[in-house]
């Protein structure tokens, strides 16, 4: 098993927060109680949690501040309150996540041909892969399977930072098509000749391109991102190029009464040689970079990465950050038992 970052910030090392009855709860007050007594709650717990862990409330103050000066030229008025709505926007997401699952269906917006592209894309029978971010909601993505059949999706993802959410979602919703998930951290050269097969199947396999691989030793280069230094995977566009097969960019975000889906073609390794390999990951990973940078540009509050993002964020070091150890010590000593 590929050994997991030395750094208490790392992304995959962050831990959940709450236990599997608080989830439950939330779970039932949604599904039994409806969308209003689910907001209260949700709006009590969003704010202990911001109150609580002080490095997603770091991380998200940084986030807004460099989108706000990429953006405007200047650090945004109100910081406190436009990062409470970050996190209010990501509770937000949770309630969709509950509903997806739950096989409420979400309402859907496609501008333009974006849904005709798409379903091109499906019945063409090509497969492919495609790209998605922590922008937006991922689980709308997944949960199109059920509005269109012959959508076969399979999720490249680290599941065990969301193990406990996702386990008491499994048991307490009724998803009929829930797509196949594979641990990023498991995979092998057998697992990418099985995604060569769900892809020569015509099915899709769906990786977020924006997180780091768990390992110290993973791949990933340093590209500029809201401008300043981030780390990216090269592990996405290195798949892309060996598959050698259709690449799109997928994102679905939240607005007042729907989700918008934008679809797009990225690329097609088809006909990419081995000696283009590496220039074209080099290109492909600064282009998902710009198509990443638009869509917080549009959707700002839906930037889900609540953790020390760039390279120069004072908790982007293991010994920066001495909260996240001490949020952490109850859950570690309980899952030591």
Known sequence: MTPISSNPNHWSRIRETGTARGVRTMVWIRRKLGRLPFQIMLTLVIVYYYIAHGLHRRASHT??????????????????????????????????????????????????????????????????????????????????????????????????????????????????????????????????????????????????????????????????????????????????????????????FREATSYRIDFDHFDDTSELSRRDRAAWIDSAMHRYVDWLTRQCEKTPLQWFNFFPFWLDCDDAHADADRDQQRENAPEDRHSAT
């Open 63 to 252: 986030y807004l501040t460099r989108l706000w000066q990429h953006r405007h030229g200047h650090a945004p008025g109100h910081l406190t309150w436009l990062s409470l709505r970050h996190f209010r926007s990501f509770g937000q997401s949770l309630m969709d996540k509950i509903d997806a699952w739950s096989g409420i269906p979400p309402v859907l917006s496609f501008e333009g041909d974006t849904r005709e592209r798409f379903r091109q894309a499906v019945v063409g029978g090509r497969g492919g892969i495609m790209l998605v971010s922590h922008v937006g909601n991922m689980e709308i993505c997944t949960a199109m399977s059920d509005m269109q059949d012959d959508f076969q999706a399979t999720l490249l993802m680290h599941t065990r930072n969301a193990k406990q959410f996702d386990e008491v979602l499994a048991r307490s919703t009724h998803r009929e098509n829930p797509p196949e998930i594979i641990e990023v951290s498991e995979i092998t050269p057998s697992t990418a000749m099985q995604l060569g097969r769900r892809i020569a199947e015509g099915g899709f396999v769906v990786i977020a391109a924006d997180r780091v691989p768990i390992s110290d030793s993973g791949r990933a280069r340093t590209l500029p991102f809201l401008d300043h230094p981030a780390r990216f995977p090269e592990g996405p566009f290195w798949l892309a190029s060996l598959l050698r097969c259709p690449i799109y960019t997928i994102g679905c």
